[in-house]
């Protein structure tokens, strides 16, 4: 079973068949590479198409077009993390998620701002900048301070053992983009609060491959792009806004985040007040008319699949991989230290420069992060993928 999970215990977990007719896959490609892009369902692909043909006749179009495929996307979004419609805002990507957090929560000077080491950027930039600006810092907390005595990485202790009253700000994610290292949310949540702390999450690389519920991790802003898990297209993205902060500043000041922009006419007759809601931080154009029911199309399978099947199953699969490459000296986070869609693998001694070209060359798909092997299946990925990484890596290691 999955760890960290906040998922109630009397749901029953089934595995999830192989899914991949449903996506424009090759035989002969091995694609276990989710964590960098996930490939977009035939369905998906379908929908983003009927969109373009709508943009391409716009007498076709109605106000409601505005409106009624955003609204779905914010209630399916929602869905999948335990929040209501209105906690949702529909972003482009995670950098302005977090530049939505930075514009409402404020650092003072000699307080702290805690991120992990080799966080990604766009959950690492803007907190420089905040810290900089106002007189605070960014305390990372380094994989030393992480190592347990068997030498595996224990994010969560170490962020409960740095968390204190100089903490303002606790920006981090469900799980580590390089290796898959997890973090219990949870806890980290009851100890920031504890201190006065904010907690903004970028679930980006767990949100729909690893439940989590709002409700019992009481994040201040969470922010997930759909590439990846949510198998969506580029360039969207959600954001949650507990309801404390959906009072707060925006980053634009869009017409249709005004309350009445349904009614076209009346769009002059300007507002002061939003739309209720997290709406207000909805980016602008956010009814972009080919993207959207794309979203709108990935989040509902996801939800037909449920999240908690779709962790299991990963789980299965990337537990498969990672006792078949044991013994090649390639050694994977413990079961309870990782989140179970995603597998970094260690090399003792490093990994070889020529490694990924001669995967590449046999068709076989995976990314290097840090000193991983970063290994990302999903619903696609049948065992002979698996059993062709595991001859490859045999074969060039
Ligand atoms: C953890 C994480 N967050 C965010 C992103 C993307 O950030 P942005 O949407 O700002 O491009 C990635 C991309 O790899 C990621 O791994």
Redesign the pocket.
Known sequence: MVRYLSTPSEIEIMLIPSQRNQFDIPENIAYLNC??MSPLMKKVVEAGKLGVDLKSRPWQLTPADFFTVPDQVRTKSAKLIGAEPADIALIP????GIACATKNLTVEPGQEIICLTDQ?P??IYPWRQMASERGGSVRMISENEARTGNGHTDWTTALLNTICDKTAIVAI?HCH?TNGAIIDLVRVGEKARAHGAALVL?I??SCGALPINVEDVQPDFLIC?SY?WLLGPYST?FLYVAPKWQSGRPLEEGWIARKGSEDFRRLVDYQDEYQPGAVRFDMGERSNFHLMPMMDTALAQLLEWGVENIAETLLVKTRYIASKVAPLGLEAPPEDLRAGHFLGLRVAGGIPDGLLPALVEQDIYVSVRGDSIRVTPHLFNTTEDADRLVSALEQNL
């Open positions: 964590a960098y990507s995670v950098s302005y990604f766009s959950n994610p983009w970028d980006t690389q792009a990846k993205g």
